[in-house]
């Protein structure tokens, strides 16, 4: 059994390298989609979205498994090169390496076995141990704090983009609206110009 | 630690030649870094700042004692005959520059242009600025041959010292022409003639040497059409305050008005600005809204007074129907400027205009003539007062109102050309001009909420005096930033001091504005642009992996359960500045910037801020009150005068430049492909069918754009089959999905090397297009490059023909036909049904394959024995005979001129169902790709022309089968609707009136040739 395990938490490593985490997906994507955009640079195998806790932002991430570790690496090449947009505004899409940590299903690491007990505060480690808790729990502390000024930062970015978006959209709808409605062409004949449509 | 260990070099020193700097990292740099002095004595309060050091390296003494001293600042005089530049060394002293090392002429010769015009302009006080130029080309070709880079790169990179040597040289003040022609810097005029001017003189620079290396070579005939696009604009963009161009803000509302955001942005006029404090600051802001706008209290043009225009209370002010206006009137004041005569029908105006009808104001009209304006021509031009509502046609204007100070003092300039788009600035008779400012007296603008503190006229020259020294005082230091502001201001509540100094490294993250960019901090929203502003701690989305990696780790171990405090906060804040400094936005944006193929739409800050809401909205309301004039019977002048002409062309720009910008969200799908479109595989199937043919054992063949990489793989699948073996080269930015003999690489890139001989090379397929083929013009030369004895080709037919290359190459045949309908695809991107978006071209590019002339004869022999090529002598033998000719000849003469008459008149000949011999095997799927069978069964011959009498759509009849709709019925395309005329243009029409093509019914499947 732990021969298999060994080998099953191999495998999930190559995973790992074959998958790449795009992030800053727009609401409208779905599996088709990304799978399509990214399938012009290599084999799409797998698509996994992954939740979405920043729920006022809109933007989603993903894992998107590719055939060959190769191609995983030339995609977020490309990517960091060119902004691809998938599903139109506002963002282009980021790519980068996927990470163990991203993937809810891993498998347990053989070698890693956690043990928890308690311990008397007399034994000789347990100062030690305290100073271990209370680092990490400023960790966690300082990680929440962290993340929730990047969800501020976030929020605040995607309010100006939407913001910018909604009006350049307007001042589009108006132009456009006395365009198809004929009324620019109607002055322009008046006019005896010549539109450079 | 400033003199005492000072070398002994020092001493001796008065002038240094053969120089150059360096700085602490021995790279070259400038010396214009170094903060500039006046006069000799201010050094003593300069900032030491010891660490930048700059050392100025060179010879002295004729030669013979070599120099090295660092240096903390310069001066320039421009006093004397010839401009002298003088370093301040560590030890305070002195050291003229003479002439710089040869190498190192390049870093400085910009600033030592800029001292040139100055030094010219301060001796020459009434020089046009023709003058300057010609003084200019002569001063600086005796200097330098290859030094005329784009002089006005050269002085818009150095306007801060421009300025402070306008604000601290008398003579430079006085001299008007300059600071006006600086003045107008960045209008669409002037630069227009600089840019003719700095061209002209690069082409003859090239021609002299080929060093020439600062105008760009290779993408110049693509970026002029920019130009006259932007000289159009009927909107003015001069500063409300100062009425001077130069960097302006732009009120996104209904005032239309534009203004110095920075004291130092109207620094020559000495504008009393918005008053922010640098660029950062209001570049932030996404759209920027002045107090009278927001507030929705705008003054009347005639009495001055605040008033409402909010239309949700009761509206005081109106705004005047004109697209370009602006302007807000009281009924009352406005009605009795328009009738100052007759008060009945003021009267009754001011009633229609009170109850919400639409008015032009004034200044539409012709205060001597009554006329209307008319741009387009000179004479008809207007002249408006900028603080009153009076306008003269350019031929009306009164002596009074000159363009030139009079030799005796006694006029004043009050008009000036150039400023304003194909208007003239004036301020009429009513108003005095106050010759230290050039202006009337600058009370004419009045903001909401706030008192206006109003000196009389000789405490706001106090004022200016203090803000002109404030300003300049910027220049002493390294950093503007640094400066405490303490400008005086209108607002006696407003100070300063109350926002923190910003730090440098968030300057640089507030200028992230590109579109590229999702991060950009803002500022907190503004009320008053004068206090409000507080720049938020810059902080960029960090790096993404921060969220799962990046702890900070801290060794003090905190006993009590850890809280978010002060000091974490901070911490944290810190690290988040840290890494977000790491990223240089402006790196970032130039990098993507050089990727961009259309430079049109690229402009520098995502979109374009110049489309402002207000004028939006004024332009489209004015197009409809113009139609509604003319519906109600008035007459085009009036008409004109709510809704000039330029505005239909405006609106029509804007448009496109917001369809670009808004691409993405329009048509989301199609985004995913990097705007690339690929052959769709049948079609790829149905050229390699063709091509095989020509291509021998042991070539190689080359796709210089390979995108999906079909092209190889089909091609080697069916060589392989015909035992040909044969080598594959594939080229792309992208890598494909199949990588077979991919290289990623930039065509362009590609050494002539890194190819076998070119009598082995097959070559081609779709490059990208770009704007008007400019790219595939791109590719084809670097292909050309090779020597490929075959180019084949999906090219748009605004391509540059091979033929007219040199040397030519010859057609073997070209066939406009094949790539028509939906022969493309958008790879990566699907449609709401899960299907990949088909693409196709209103004119479909031909495919064409070209042959390198000692290989035509062969090649044909290929042609014709396939039956590639069509003979039709019995329809047309003026054609065959250009193909006999074209097959014989391995001598280029003939060929070119047998190909010549037939330009224009293309044999599109016999073309019919089949294009692929009826062996093919995928002759099926091709007829399924033409969509409905009708085509094919009524008239067999010319699927691809259209028929008489069927739609067409904007004169490409080669889309026009009956019943076309049918294609375009599944993505309604609003850019091309059906027309139901039939345009025949071109060759098209010659074939349809000639009566015999249609019997050509019977003609066997041939192959299209088409010799032009």
Redesign the interface.
């Known amino acids: 059994m732990g021969q298999s395990a060994e080998e099953e938490y191999a495998a999930f490593e190559e995973k790992v390298k074959r998958t790449i ?1 795009v ?2 997906l ?1 609401p ?1 994507v ?1 599996k ?2 990304l799978e ?8 799409v195998t797998d698509v996994q979205f992954i939740p979405n806790y920043f729920k006022s932002c809109c933007v989603y991430a993903a894992l998107v498994e590719m055939e060959s570790t190769k ?1 995983a690496a ?2 977020i ?2 990517m960091s ?12 899409v ?1 790519a ?1 390496e996927a ?1 163990i ?2 993937f809810d299903d891993r498998p347990k690491k053989r070698q890693r076995e956690i043990k928890c007990y308690w311990m008397n505060p007399s034994h000789k480690n347990f100062e030690v141990a305290k ?1 271990i808790k ?2 990490t ?3 966690a ?3 929440t ?3 929730e ?2 969800l501020a ?2 929020e ?2 995607h309010h ?2 939407s ?3 909604k ?6 709808e ?7 409605d004929g ?2 062409r ?3 004949a ?2 005896g ?1 010549k ?3 | 630690m400033a003199s005492s260990d000072d070398d002994e070099g020092e001493i001796a020193i008065d002038s240094v030649t053969n120089y150059q700097f360096r700085n602490s990292q021995n790279a070259p740099i400038s010396f214009s870094i170094l903060p500039l002095h006046w006069n000799n004595n201010d050094h003593e309060q300069a900032i030491e700042n010891g660490e930048s050091s700059v050392a100025l390296l060179g010879m002295a003494d004729g030669g013979l004692q070599s120099v090295y001293t660092e240096v903390i600042g310069w001066k320039v005089e421009l006093s004397y005959a010839v401009p002298e530049v003088y370093m301040l060394s560590k030890g305070k002293k002195w050291i003229k520059l003479q002439k710089p090392r040869k190498c190192y002429g390049d870093v400085i010769r910009s600033v030592l242009i800029v001292i040139r015009c100055l030094h010219f302009a301060k001796r020459n006080v009434h020089a046009t600025r023709n003058d300057i130029w010609s003084h200019l080309q002569k001063t600086l070709r005796s200097f330098s041959h290859d030094l005329v880079e784009s002089l006005e790169n050269c002085l818009s990179a150095h306007l801060p010292l421009i300025r402070s040597a306008v604000a601290k040289d008398k003579d430079l003040a006085k001299s008007k022409r300059f600071l006006w022609k600086l003045r107008i810097l960045g209008l669409g005029e002037e630069k227009l003639f600089m840019r003719n001017f700095s061209l002209s003189f690069a082409l003859k620079d090239k021609r002299t040497s080929n060093k020439s290396k600062f105008i760009a070579s290779d993408d110049d005939d693509e970026n002029d059409e920019d130009f006259d696009d932007e000289s159009e604009d009927p909107f003015d963009s001069v500063c409300a305050f100062c009425d001077n161009g130069g960097d302006v803000l732009i009120c996104e509302g209904q005032c239309l008005r534009s203004f110095h955001p920075t004291v130092d942005a109207g620094v020559e006029t000495c504008c009393e600005s918005l008053g922010f404090k640098n660029a950062a600051e209001y570049e932030a802001i996404e759209t920027y809204l002045c107090d009278n706008c927001k507030h929705q209290k705008h003054q009347c043009f005639v009495c001055g007074l605040l008033g409402s225009s909010d239309k949700s209370s009761a509206v005081e002010v109106f705004p005047c129907a004109s697209a370009t206006c602006g302007h807000f009137y009281h009924p009352k004041c406005v009605a009795n400027s328009l009738y100052p005569s007759d008060k009945i029908l003021a009267k009754q105006l001011k009633s229609q205009i009170a109850a919400g009808e639409s008015f032009t104001c004034p200044i539409h009209k012709c205060r001597s003539c009554q006329q209307g304006e008319n741009k387009d021509e000179y004479e008809l031009q207007f002249a408006i007062c900028r603080r009153c509502p009076e306008a003269y046609h350019r031929k009306c204007l009164p002596k009074e109102i000159a363009f030139d100070d009079s030799a005796d003092g006694t006029i004043q300039q009050s008009a000036w050309d150039g400023l304003l788009p194909k208007r003239i600035l004036m301020y009429c008779m009513k108003h005095t001009i106050i010759p230290s400012i050039a202006t009337p007296k600058r009370d004419h603008l009045l903001f909401p909420f706030f008192e206006w503190k109003r000196d009389q006229e000789g405490s706001r020259r106090y004022m200016m005096v203090e803000r002109r020294s404030k300003s300049f005082g910027n220049l002493k230091g390294q950093d503007t930033k640094k400066m405490p502001m303490e400008i005086e201001r209108r607002y006696s509540t407003v100070a300063y001091g109350d926002t923190p100094p910003v730090k440098g490294k968030s300057s640089t993250m507030h200028k992230m504005r590109s579109s590229f960019d999702d991060n950009k901090s803002i500022s907190g929203n503004l009320e008053r642009p004068s206090n409000k502003i507080r720049s938020k701690p810059p902080y960029k989305d960090t790096h993404r992996e921060q969220r799962f990696t990046s702890k900070p780790v801290e060794k003090t171990v905190v006993s009590a359960l850890p809280k978010v405090d002060a000091d974490m906060k901070t911490r944290i804040l810190k690290l988040m500045e840290d890494s977000a400094s790491s990223f240089d936005a402006e790196e970032f944006i130039k990098e993507k910037k050089r990727r961009c193929t259309s430079e049109i739409y690229t402009p520098q800050y995502g979109l374009d801020k110049t489309i402002t809401m207000g004028k939006v909205e004024a332009s489209v309301k004015a197009v409809k009150a113009a139609v509604k004039i003319l519906e109600d019977g008035g007459s085009i002048e009036d008409a004109k005068a709510v809704c000039e002409p330029n505005i239909l062309n405006q609106l029509i720009r804007w448009r496109n430049k917001l369809n670009v910008f808004l691409a993405p969200f329009l048509h989301g799908a199609r985004y995913t492909p990097f705007g690339r479109h690929f052959t769709k595989a049948d079609k790829l199937k149905e050229i390699v069918d063709r091509l095989h043919w020509y291509v021998e054992d042991g070539d190689t063949i080359v796709d210089f754009c390979c995108g999906s990489n079909d092209f190889s793989c089909f091609m080697k699948e069916k060589l392989d089959t015909m035992g040909k073996r044969c080598k594959f080269k594939n080229y792309d930015l992208f890598t494909p999905q199949k990588t077979f003999n991919f290289e990623k690489r930039d065509w362009f890139s590609v050494p002539v090397e890194a190819l076998p001989d070119g009598s082995r090379l097959v070559m081609g397929l779709n490059p990208p297009f770009g704007v008007r083929a400019s790219l595939a013009n791109k590719f084809i030369n670097h292909a050309l490059k090779f020597k490929p004895k075959l180019i084949i080709l999906i090219v748009p037919k605004e391509t540059k023909r091979l033929d007219r290359k040199i040397p030519p190459y010859d057609l073997i045949w070209e066939d406009c036909g094949m790539l028509s309908d939906k022969s493309f695809y958008l790879p990566g991107s699907l449609d709401t049904k899960a299907q990949p978006l088909d693409d196709w071209n209103v004119k479909p590019p031909p495919l064409s394959l070209w042959s390198r002339p000692d290989w035509t004869a062969k090649h044909i022999q290929v042609a014709e024995k396939h039956s590639h090529i069509v003979h039709q002598k019995q329809n047309e033998p003026h054609t065959l005979d250009g193909v006999v000719d074209m097959d014989l000849s391995s001598d280029l003469g003939p060929v070119a001129s047998s190909t010549n008459p037939l330009c224009n008149q293309p044999s599109y000949l016999g073309q019919s169902s089949g294009f692929v011999p009826p062996h093919d095997a995928t002759t099926s799927v091709q007829y399924g790709n033409y969509g409905p069978g009708i085509g094919y069964t009524q008239s067999g011959q010319h699927a691809n022309y259209g028929f008489p009498g069927s739609t067409f759509y904007h004169g490409q009849p080669n889309y026009g089968y009956p019943g076309s709709t049918y294609y375009y019925g599944q993505q309604p395309n609003s850019a091309y609707p059906p027309s139901s005329s039939i345009h025949l243009q071109g060759p098209t029409s010659t074939i349809h009136s000639r009566p015999d093509f249609t019997s050509m019914g019977t003609t066997p499947p041939n192959h299209r040739y088409n010799s032009n």
């Open positions: 985490y992030d800053n727009s409208q779905t088709a989609v399509n955009a990214l399938n012009q640079f290599g084999n191609q030339e995609i090449r490309e090169d060119s902004p691809l947009m998938i599903s139109g505004m506002p963002r282009p980021r980068q990470k940590e991203m100073k209370d680092l729990k400023k960790h502390t300082e990680a704090y962290l993340m000024l990047q930062n976030e605040k970015l100006q983009q913001d910018t978006l009006s350049n959209y307007k001042k589009y108006l132009i456009d609206g006395a365009q198809t009324t620019v109607r002055l322009a008046r006019y110009t539109l450079n449509e």
